[in-house]
C-alpha cells in the first residue's frame, strides 16, 4: 500500500476532528497568530560582538582544535570561514591538527595524542559507515569538547534520508552501481556477466584491501557519541559561527566558564515563525503550489499562499532567511525544544489550515488526501533534515512481505 493510500485510510478511518481538537493540535499556528513587530525583534539572534583580532596566543598556550567532516558535503567546512578576516588568526589561538578539508593531520596523528588532550573538536555529518564511526569515537576520546556541527550532524541531515530505502546498503549500492543510467550503460558495455560494485574487503595479489562498510542506518552524532553542543544549520549562519568562536576564545583567553552542556548555540526558543516578517492570516490552503507557481506576495506567508512552509515547526535563529528571499522554510535549523518530531509537527500545522473545523466543513477528506498527493515527496519534504531524529527512524522490509 502507497504512502498516500494509508494516507486516504488513516484519514477515513480515522474521527472526525473537532475544531476545539484541531485548534489545540496546532500550537504553532497559533504562535503565528500572534506574531507582532516587537516579537520578531525580540526573537532576532545579533551576532556575538567578537571585538577584535585574536590577540596572539592564549596565556596558557595554543589549545588544540580538530575540525572532521563524517558523512558531509563540505558546506559546513566552508561555512566555518565565515568568521571573516578571524579566520587568519585562528591560528593565534588554536593548533589545528586536524582539518581534512584544510590540513593535513591524519588519523594515526590523533591516535597517538594523549586522551583529552584536543581542547574542541568540531564535527559535521552524519555517521553512515565504519570510517565515521571511528573516526568519531576516537575524536571524543581525544577531546574535552565535541560541537555537533551543521544539521546533518545534529539530525542525519540529508544524509539520513537514505533511512528511507527499505533494503538498506545493499539496496542503494545495487541502485547506484547498477540502475542509474551512467552505471547501467557501464556495466552492460564492460561487466555484462558479473556488474561490479565495491566490496568492503577484497583479497588483492598485495594483500588485503578495505573500505569503510556502509551502514544500513544512517546515525546523527549524539546517536553514537557523547555530544557537548549542537550547532544547527544547512550550513550554521554566521550568527551561530560568531557564538561558538567567541564561547571557545573567551574560554581560551580569560578562563570564561563555556555554556551549559546541551546547549544548541545559534537558536532562539521561539518558531522561525516569530522572526519572520511576513503576515499571517491563517487562510485556509485549498491547494498546495511551489513558488515557482505562482506570482509570490513579498509580504504574504506563504502558508496562506499555499506554499508548504516548516517555519511553524522549526526553532528560530537564522532570522528567516530563506522566507524573506520568497522561498519556504525547509526546517534545517531543527525543531524547537517543545516539539522533537519535526515533520509530525509540521504535518500538523498544516492540516489545520484545511477547511475540514465542523463550524466550518468545506472540504471532503477525500479531497484532502488528493492535495497533499501533490507535495512531492513528502516524507522528503518535512523530514528534509530530521529523519535520524524522526520517530519513523527508517524504512523496513517486513518479514516475508514488502
Ligand atoms: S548540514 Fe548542510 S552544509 Fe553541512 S554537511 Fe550537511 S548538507 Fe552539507
Ligand atoms: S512564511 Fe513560513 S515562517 Fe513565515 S510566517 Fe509563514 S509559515 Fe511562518
Ligand atoms: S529559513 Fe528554514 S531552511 Fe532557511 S535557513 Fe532558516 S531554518 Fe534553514
Known sequence: MSF?????????????TTAKAAKASAPQKAACATKTPESVAAAQLKMADLGDLLPGAPPNGKINLAIYWAAACGGCDVSLLDVNERILTIGDMANIVMWPIAADGKEHDIAEMEDGSITVSIISGAVRNSENEHMVRLLRKKSVIVVSYGACACFGGSPALANLVPGGKDEILDYVYRKTPATANFQADYH??????????????????TLPVLYDTVKTLDQVIDVDY???????????????????????????ALPPKGTNIGV?????????????????ITKIVEPHQIDVDPELCLMDQ???????????????????????CRGCYGPTVAVQEQGASALTAIASMFPVLDDDATMEEET?????????????????????KSLIKRSVVEKGGK
Request: hydrophobic share 35%; charged share 25%; proline share 9%.
Open 4 to 16: 498516500f493510500e494509508r494516507f486516504k485510510k488513516k484519514a477515513k478511518d480515522a474521527p472526525k
Open 192 to 209: 555484462s556477466d558479473s556488474p561490479v560494485i565495491p566490496q568492503f574487503e577484497y583479497s588483492a595479489p598485495e594483500g588485503v584491501l
Open 230 to 256: 549542537y550547532v544547527p544549520g544547512c550550513p550554521p549562519l554566521q550568527e551561530s559561527i560568531s557564538y561558538m568562536l567567541k564561547a571557545v576564545a573567551d574560554f581560551a583567553y580569560n578562563g570564561v
Open 268 to 284: 532562539v526558543t521561539r518558531t522561525l515563525c516569530e522572526q519572520c516578517p511576513r503576515r499571517k492570516e491563517n487562510r485556509r
Open 306 to 328: 499555499g506554499i508548504l512552509c516548516l517555519g511553524p515547526a522549526t526553532v528560530g535563529g537564522c532570522n528567516a532567511r530563506c522566507t524573506r528571499a520568497g522561498q519556504p
Open 368 to 388: 484532502i488526501a488528493d492535495i497533499m498527493s501533490t507535495v512531492k515527496d513528502p516524507l522528503g519534504y518535512f523530514y528534509a533534515y530530521t529523519m535520524g
